[in-house]
């Protein structure tokens, strides 16, 4: 396998001059949310976080979007965001003539417009009104008595996105609510018909919807009532495995936890690449790539001129001269050539390293040809070339990051269903794929494993462990005692701690607010008082079993004293064992590895190497 630092090392086809900048358009994030300003969601409630204080679930709606555009002011001043609210009798005022009507019941607060501090600082002050008097949110959006159609929220927002959106980006709406049957009655088909259409009109021009469903133990929400019709599975796909826009991790239960759910979803998943997947002669899918593992990284520094009494960002240009008349080159009369070697014998003047070109020879390239060159002449894509057993891909085969593959319906109708056909197959028949990929316009073709992968996972939803039952069953105990509430680790929603400690300063230096460290909150660090309270006494009684199990690794502690070389770390991973036992190479491990790997499955280490390449090997085949 490729070292860590290969894999991280940029490609030389990424030059600036020949940069592909396709790849890159279509990045900016536009986010509008869509609030509910009925009465449930003004009602007054205890604070969970404030004791004595109250709030309502439209102040935290509020918050939550002033939190998640405040955020984007460090790490994505290039995004869009917008405030609709619906369910209230306030209209727009000084309407200007030719300016979009909005549908009744619905009120742009904020429109759609790329992400501005003084924007965010007049919702700062509308919140801080809010918190002073209970009363301020009804009477700035006062709740209208009968709900607005679905369908009309869903129209207005097109509308403020139409206005206001950029042409290219990730469009989404947040919709925010804790009504679950807004329509009851004998109209309820008549208006989840006209959703219907109107959530097609979103989908169509690239907008999805992403819903926030407040759930509380006073008004439990059911989307099973009203939304599950309007935001399930489209009768198109056809697919029993899909869920639509709906899912467990969309419903709130606490208030306080909305804008950890809208963190978790604020940064979208952006697709590394779309590209056809060719199976055969005229039989092509569409497909999107995804980074499994992506650094997160400190954005680009901006240049501003000071002007006195502000200041303006200063946008860099490359300008190419020519050194001879010192003038100005177009970019598109830029020619790309190369060194040759030591001079000819007749040009003893020139420098050294550089040599004269003959008459009537063609050695500088225009960036078509250097681009054909690296591309042979193909198109972006992936071509399937022929299937192998499993088996014959070792880990030692990977040599780049993976690139995780999805099928792309709205490109070539009935990619999903072709896709989830060739993957069951390929796992049915313990195959992968071997195929040719161009995945970006400006790079050079590479050949790939297409790895299918299906997950497994037991009734428990993880693999037993070789344990003694007794060491297992107390592990059992104080593990039950530390589950993450939401069922698993939210990665997305917990930021590079250093990261978010630098955005922070960022954020107040924005705002003019004087930055406090000891208010920086790092999620990632374990409370280890809450673990030892809840765990504390369970965990040591396993401890105590574990380290009476005979079998048990030992830790040695050493010493301190000075001169003491370290020993080198012997581990081999198992499964990079297993790989070279399948490909009858276990002879190249070391004889301190093979011993390592024999003591800890409690085997002999005694003997010379062929004895323990032996042991190992009739361990393998055993197990």
């Known amino acids: ?169 990730v469009k989404r709406v947040f919709l925010i609510t804790d009504e679950d049957d807004p329509h009851p009655g004998v109209k309820s088909v008549q208006l989840i018909t006209s959703a219907k259409t109107t959530l097609v009109d979103l989908t169509q021009v690239g907008v999805s919807v992403e819903p926030f469903f407040i759930s509380t133990d006073e008004k439990p929400f059911d989307p099973t009532k009203f939304y599950s019709v309007i935001l399930g599975p489209s009768v198109e796909e056809d697919d029993e495995e899909s869920e639509g826009l709906l899912s467990d991790s969309i419903s709130v239960s606490r208030i306080d936890d909305l804008l950890a759910q809208m963190r978790f979803r604020e940064m979208p998943k952006r697709a590394l690449m779309s590209v056809p997947f060719e199976l055969a002669d005229g039989f092509v899918i569409g497909v999107k790539g995804y ?77 078509e040809e250097v681009k054909s060159f690296r591309t042979l002449g193909l198109q972006s894509g992936i071509k399937l070339l022929g299937f192998k057993d499993t088996t014959e891909l070792a880990i030692e085969d990977n040599i780049k990051h993976s690139t995780f593959i999805y099928p792309d319906e709205q490109t070539y109708s009935g990619s999903k269903r072709t896709f989830t056909a060739l993957l069951k197959t390929l796992v049915r028949k313990k195959k992968i794929g071997l195929v040719r990929a161009l995945l970006r316009s400006n790079s050079s073709p ?39 509430k939401s069922g698993g680790y939210p990665f997305d929603a917990n930021p590079n701690p250093a990261l978010a400690y630098h955005y922070a300063q960022l ?20 409370k280890l008082d809450m673990i030892h309270k809840r765990a504390g006494q369970l965990i040591k009684e396993w401890k105590q079993i574990v380290d009476a199990d005979e079998h048990a690794d030992a830790v040695f502690i050493q010493n301190s004293n000075a001169g003491t070389k370290r020993k080198a770390d012997v581990s081999v991973a198992e499964i990079e064992i297993r790989s070279k036992f399948e490909s009858g190479q276990l002879a190249k491990l070391r004889v301190d590895q093979l011993k390592e790997f024999l003591k800890s499955k409690s085997q002999s280490v005694s003997g010379k190497k062929g004895e323990l390449v032996e042991r190992v090997a009739e361990y393998l085949e055993k197990h």
Request: hydrophobic share 35%; net charge negative; with cysteine.
């Open 507 to 526: 954020e107040a230096s924005a705002f003019r607010d004087e930055f406090d460290p000891s208010t920086f909150d790092d999620p990632t660090r374990p």
């Open 446 to 484: 590479i050949f790939c494993a297409l790895l299918p992968q299906e997950e497994r996972v037991d009734e428990d939803g993880f693999t037993e462990p070789a344990a003694k039952p007794e060491a297992v069953d107390a592990a059992k105990l104080w593990i039950s005692k530390l589950q993450i």
């Open 291 to 367: 980074g499994l593992v992506t650094e997160q990284t400190k954005g680009a520094y901006k240049y501003f001129m000071d002007l006195g009494d502000r200041l303006e960002i200063v946008e860099p240009k490359t300008l190419y001269v020519d050194e001879h008349e010192q003038r100005e080159v177009e970019r598109t009369k830029i020619v790309y050539g190369m060194q040759l070697g030591p001079p000819a014998e007749d040009n003893e003047d020139e420098e050294y390293g550089v040599r004269a070109v003959p008459t009537r020879s063609k050695v500088f390239f225009t960036p």
């Open 1 to 169: 396998m490729a070292p860590y630092d290969d894999w991280n090392k940029v490609d030389d086809d990424e030059e600036d001059e020949l940069q592909d900048t396709s790849f890159f358009e279509g990045k900016r994030d536009v986010v509008l949310f869509a609030i509910d300003c009925s009465a449930s969601m003004q009602a007054l409630h205890d604070d969970p976080k404030n004791e004595g204080k109250q709030t309502s679930h439209l102040l935290a709606a509020l918050e939550a979007a002033m939190q998640i555009q405040k955020r984007k002011v460090i790490v994505g001043p290039n995004d869009a965001a917008g405030i609709l609210l619906f369910n209230t009798t306030r209209k727009s005022e000084n309407v200007a003539r030719g300016a979009t009507e909005y549908k009744n019941g619905t009120f742009v607060y904020e429109p759609v417009g790329q992400i501005d501090a003084p924007k965010i600082q007049t919702l700062i002050q509308l919140l801080h009104e809010a918190k002073e008097n209970h009363e301020w949110l009804r009477y700035e959006f006062p709740p209208s008595e009968n709900h607005v159609p679905l369908g009309d929220v869903f129209t207005s927002c097109n509308w403020a996105l139409r206005d206001g959106a950029p042409k290219s980006g």
